[in-house]
């Protein structure tokens, strides 16, 4: 027996997201969702014909405004501890992001208060993270470990990470980065030796991890030690993933694309070069304007991806140092920073975040079939993400056809 789930009706636009450089926008349009998937996109008329709205376990009159597809925010560092606002201070009186890394602040400040943060700690504050995430469209989002740098912490981030997925509407995507900074006092050698034979198989073992990542930059891990965490986490059953070329280009891009990697991830220094090597590879660059203009850096640039024949996604990076949970804050920088039309701008929020965490069951898509995570806008475009910026213009989330949020409502 079939559960007609949802109706949303009678909406301005839908946007569907149906394939990688195309945003198909309906006009006048519904959406109707069974078994908590898409059945139906189409004129408003003839999709409440075939399924009316009065059957709808929820419906939802649009009454002109946008429909789009829930944000999949493909890159976070969302579970953490302690607070570094007084580093973000420091930036703006001149101060670097490797200075402040130098005299202890930073990830490694982090780490201290991750590893000093129970578990129950760090579970509400990941929690308190994901309903901000929700409450601005989120329906999706990659959370790594990387703050405890040793094997116990994370192990105990990646299972409070599961623990999250579990007890909240957002779907958690895990990853492991034990290589993402290096421990006071660790040769780098030594540490990647420990990230090897050490955390892999103990992460391994407890089996929730799904992608290995590492920080592939001057004075953190170089190229080769970055090969040796990635291909020790793929023969452990981990699809790698690279931060790369956010500060140099030192080669993380190339790598990612050797290695067959789910994404490369920040780029701000990537050539045309290393855009077509993801291409050619199917590796999904995943572009984080919200770190440029935290760190007031020049943003990436992302029609040299999109030339390559490799469209980039956006996400937030949310992190102590690039503090925003807001998807849609990070579309309207893709626009006003990086100069994507807002249409480019929404399927790299969407569609092709999906794309960098190998989702290809339809998430982050609102095609036939596919997990029906939606959103309606209080704007009759989707051009008013960006568009009205600093505000979130969501005002109700749909979490496969199930009304999760309401923009006012407890």
Same mark, same amino acid.
């Given at each position: 027996?079939?559960?007609?789930?949802?109706?949303?009706?009678?909406?301005?636009? /839908?946007?569907?997201?149906?394939?990688?450089?195309?945003?198909?926008?309906?006009?006048?349009?519904?959406?109707?969702? $069974?078994?908590?998937?898409?059945?139906?996109?189409?004129?408003?008329?003839?999709?409440?014909?075939?399924?009316?709205?009065?059957? !709808?376990?929820?419906?939802?009159?649009?009454? =002109?405004? !946008? /429909?789009?597809?829930?944000?999949?925010?493909? &890159?976070?560092?969302?579970?953490?501890? =302690?607070?570094?606002?007084?580093?973000?201070?420091?930036?703006?009186?001149?101060?670097?992001?490797?200075?402040?890394?130098?005299?202890?602040?930073?990830?490694?400040?982090?780490?201290?208060?991750?590893?000093?943060?129970?578990?129950?700690?760090?579970?509400?504050?990941?929690?308190?993270?994901?309903? $901000?995430?929700?409450?601005?469209?989120?329906?999706?989002?990659?959370?790594?470990?990387?703050?405890?740098?040793?094997?116990?912490?994370?192990?105990?981030?990646?299972?409070?990470?599961?623990?999250?997925?579990?007890?909240?509407? *957002?779907?958690?995507?895990?990853?492991?980065?034990?290589?993402? +900074? /290096?421990?006071?006092?660790?040769?780098?050698?030594?540490?990647?030796?420990? /990230?090897?034979?050490?955390?892999?198989?103990?992460?391994?073992?407890?089996?929730?991890?799904?992608?290995?990542?590492?920080?592939?930059?001057?004075?953190?891990?170089?190229?080769?030690?970055?090969? %040796?965490?990635?291909?020790?986490?793929?023969?452990?059953?981990?699809?790698?993933?690279? &931060?790369?070329?956010?500060?140099?280009?030192?080669?993380?891009?190339?790598?990612?694309?050797?290695?067959?990697?789910?994404?490369?991830? &920040?780029?701000?220094?990537?050539?045309?070069?290393?855009?077509?090597?993801?291409?050619?590879?199917?590796?999904?660059?995943?572009?984080?304007?919200?770190?440029?203009?935290?760190?007031?850096?020049?943003?990436?640039?992302?029609?040299?991806?999109?030339?390559?024949?490799?469209?980039?996604?956006?996400?937030?990076?949310?992190?102590?140092?690039?503090?925003?949970?807001?998807?849609?804050?990070?579309?309207?920088?893709?626009?006003?920073?990086?100069?994507?039309?807002?249409?480019?701008?929404?399927?790299? +929020?969407?569609? %092709?975040?999906?794309?960098?965490?190998?989702?290809?069951?339809?998430?982050?898509?609102?095609?036939?079939?596919?997990? !029906?995570?939606?959103?309606?806008?209080?704007?009759?475009?989707? *051009? &008013?993400?960006?568009?009205?910026?600093?505000?979130?213009?969501?005002?109700?989330?749909?979490? %496969?056809?199930?009304?999760?949020?309401?923009?006012?409502?407890?």
């Amino acid at each position: 027996m079939t559960d007609l789930t949802a109706v949303v009706h009678d909406a301005g636009e /839908v946007v569907t997201a149906s394939g990688p450089t195309d945003p198909d926008i309906h006009e006048d349009a519904a959406v109707a969702v $069974v078994d908590g998937r898409v059945a139906a996109v189409g004129p408003t008329d003839a999709v409440t014909r075939e399924y009316p709205p009065a059957n !709808a376990a929820t419906a939802i009159d649009a009454d =002109g405004r !946008a /429909v789009v597809p829930g944000f999949v925010d493909s &890159h976070t560092h969302a579970l953490f501890a =302690g607070d570094r606002a007084d580093e973000f201070a420091a930036k703006l009186r001149g101060k670097t992001y490797q200075e402040i890394l130098a005299e202890g602040g930073g990830i490694l400040r982090t780490v201290r208060a991750v590893r000093d943060a129970s578990d129950e700690t760090l579970l509400d504050n990941l929690l308190g993270e994901l309903d $901000v995430m929700l409450a601005h469209g989120t329906t999706t989002v990659e959370v790594k470990s990387g703050y405890g740098l040793d094997r116990e912490t994370e192990l105990r981030m990646l299972d409070v990470i599961a623990r999250a997925d579990d007890a909240h509407l *957002v779907d958690v995507v895990p990853t492991f980065m034990g290589a993402h +900074a /290096v421990p006071d006092g660790r040769d780098v050698d030594d540490y990647v030796t420990a /990230v090897v034979e050490e955390q892999l198989p103990a992460v391994a073992d407890q089996g929730i991890a799904e992608f290995c990542d590492v920080f592939c930059e001057e004075d953190v891990f170089t190229v080769e030690q970055s090969r %040796r965490v990635l291909e020790a986490g793929r023969d452990h059953g981990l699809t790698p993933k690279v &931060h790369a070329e956010e500060f140099t280009r030192l080669g993380g891009a190339q790598l990612a694309a050797d290695l067959g990697a789910a994404s490369a991830d &920040h780029l701000l220094h990537a050539t045309d070069a290393d855009a077509a090597a993801l291409a050619d590879a199917a590796v999904t660059p995943v572009l984080l304007p919200g770190t440029a203009f935290s760190l007031g850096a020049d943003y990436a640039d992302p029609d040299v991806f999109a030339d390559a024949g490799a469209p980039p996604a956006i996400a937030t990076d949310c992190n102590p140092n690039c503090y925003s949970q807001s998807m849609g804050f990070a579309v309207a920088l893709g626009c006003s920073g990086m100069g994507m039309a807002p249409a480019e701008a929404m399927l790299a +929020a969407t569609r %092709r975040g999906a794309a960098a965490l190998n989702r290809d069951d339809g998430t982050g898509t609102l095609t036939e079939g596919a997990p !029906a995570d939606l959103l309606v806008l209080d704007a009759p475009s989707h *051009v &008013h993400v960006p568009y009205n910026v600093g505000v979130n213009v969501v005002d109700a989330v749909l979490k %496969r056809g199930s009304l999760v949020h309401r923009e006012g409502a407890a």
